[in-house]
């Protein structure tokens, strides 16, 4: 007996990182996982890496059709939500007087609106499950916001007044909220980035506090958090996760 047997989960951004991380972790802890993000190839072999308790369901969060079909088919595949992990984002670095157009508009719709769009479909069926879970993945930069990233800084801000506010509005339906801010963490997070760019806010970061050297944590330790959430004994809520990488011992 896993303590998530017969539990069905939505993870987004779960084609890499953070996301795949944790839709392993919940199927290795007995869920059935659909896994949602934009690139089919690379969503479905991180499917097929879990096996059959996992669903791909390529789709973007930033819109609205695209996430109702999601959650459809979710229900038409196994009738049942316990939790949703809000998770894909995108960050694009930039001084605000040069940030273009379409990086703009996409960090938010994807990062915020993104999580409204979903929580907005995952809620009738979390509700005729009992109750269940919201997990929105933060960040460091929700609390304490990084230069060069203020449109992101500012999507998770938002994100983070958006949960508690859906925690006061579905707590008398038993669905629990938490939000959980990783620290720097080893992904691909940064693969799109310009590298002049991406060197010249390193170091930025570096220098302003935000970032230690040698200082990431694994996606499977956010992964495991992200159990560590949805296993909590009904009647307790973990309302705040902040999980931050160590110095590693010589
Ligand atoms: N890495 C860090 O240091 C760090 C630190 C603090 C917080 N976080 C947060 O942790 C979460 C995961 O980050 P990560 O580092 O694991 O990122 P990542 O490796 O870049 O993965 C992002 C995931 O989101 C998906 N995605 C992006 N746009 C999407 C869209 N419009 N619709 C559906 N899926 C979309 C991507 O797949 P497609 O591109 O194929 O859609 C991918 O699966 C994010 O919320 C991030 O803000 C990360």
């Known amino acids: 007996m896993k303590?998530?047997?017969?539990?069905?989960?939505?993870?987004?951004?779960?084609?890499?990182?953070?996301?795949?991380a944790t839709a392993e972790a919940l199927a290795?802890?007995?869920?059935?996982?659909?896994?949602?993000?934009?690139?089919?190839?690379?969503?479905?072999?991180?499917?097929?890496?879990?096996?059959?308790?996992?669903?791909?369901?390529?789709?973007?969060?930033?819109?609205?059709?695209?996430?109702?079909?999601?959650?459809?088919?979710?229900?038409e595949t196994w009738g049942r939500l316990d939790a949703l992990v809000c998770n894909a984002a995108v960050a694009v670095p930039a001084r605000v007087e040069d940030a273009d157009d379409?990086?703009?508009?996409?960090?938010?719709?994807?990062?915020?609106l993104g999580a409204v769009y979903c929580t907005r479909q995952a809620i009738p069926s979390l509700r005729a499950a009992g109750g269940g879970d919201l997990v929105y993945v933060s960040s460091d930069a929700g609390v304490a916001p990084f230069p060069l990233l203020a449109v992101y800084s500012a999507t998770k801000g938002g994100l983070e007044v958006f949960a508690r506010a859906v925690r006061a509005e579905l707590a008398p339906d038993g669905i629990r909220v938490c939000l959980l801010r990783p620290g720097p963490t080893l992904t691909g997070f940064a693969r799109d980035w310009d590298p002049g760019a991406a060197a010249a806010a390193l170091e930025v970061w570096q220098a302003e506090g935000h970032l230690r050297a040698g200082e990431l944590l694994d996606s499977g330790t956010v992964a495991e958090s992200v159990v560590h959430v949805l296993t909590r004994p009904p009647g307790a809520e973990l309302r705040e996760l902040d999980v931050r990488p160590t110095t590693p011992r010589e």
């Open 28 to 75: 290795g802890a007995g869920a059935r996982v659909a896994l949602v993000a934009r690139g089919a190839p690379e969503l479905k072999e991180a499917a097929d890496a879990i096996g059959p308790d996992a669903l791909a369901v390529a789709a973007d969060v930033s819109d609205p059709d695209s996430v109702r079909a999601a959650f459809r088919r979710v229900d």
């Open 102 to 112: 379409a990086a703009l508009a996409q960090q938010v719709a994807t990062n915020l």
């Open 3 to 20: 303590p998530l047997d017969g539990r069905v989960a939505v993870v987004t951004g779960a084609s890499r990182g953070i996301g795949r």
